[in-house]
């Protein structure tokens, strides 16, 4: 099982940025996916999740109606669309499966800062 995020970056506040996420290891299309973050200091914390045939999606309250997870079966990969971003979303990202018990990716740095 394998996680391989990017997309992250530098993004002043009210930016946009787009997160992806490569599985592979595991029968991508049976699983439900999820994005989580973990900011300096913190604990990791669950932004978002969707269920493996993308029909039912839920969020953190901090984020909800900024950011949209999304999938894609054919390709194993799930998408965080995340819009008016703020400085408290500078965090690692990363995506998994909770299911799979597999290994933690590296995740993929987002910093919002002006």
């Known amino acids: 099982v394998q996680f391989v995020e990017s997309g992250g970056g530098l993004v002043q506040p009210g930016g946009s940025l787009r997160l992806s996420c490569a599985a592979s290891?595991?029968?991508?299309?049976?699983?439900?996916m999820s994005w989580y973050r973990q900011a300096p200091g913190k604990g990791r914390e669950l932004v978002a999740a969707?269920?493996?045939?993308?029909?039912?999606?839920n969020y953190a309250d901090s984020v909800k109606g900024r950011f949209t997870i999304s999938r894609d079966n054919a390709k194993n990969t799930v998408y965080l669309q995340m819009r008016s971003l703020r400085p408290e979303d500078t965090a690692v990202y990363f995506c998994?499966?909770?299911?799979?018990?597999?290994?933690w990716g590296q995740g993929t740095q987002v910093t919002v800062s002006s």
């Open positions: 998994y499966a909770p299911a799979t018990q597999g290994r």
């Open positions: 290891g595991f029968t991508f299309r049976n699983y439900g």
């Open positions: 969707i269920t493996s045939g993308g029909g039912s999606t």
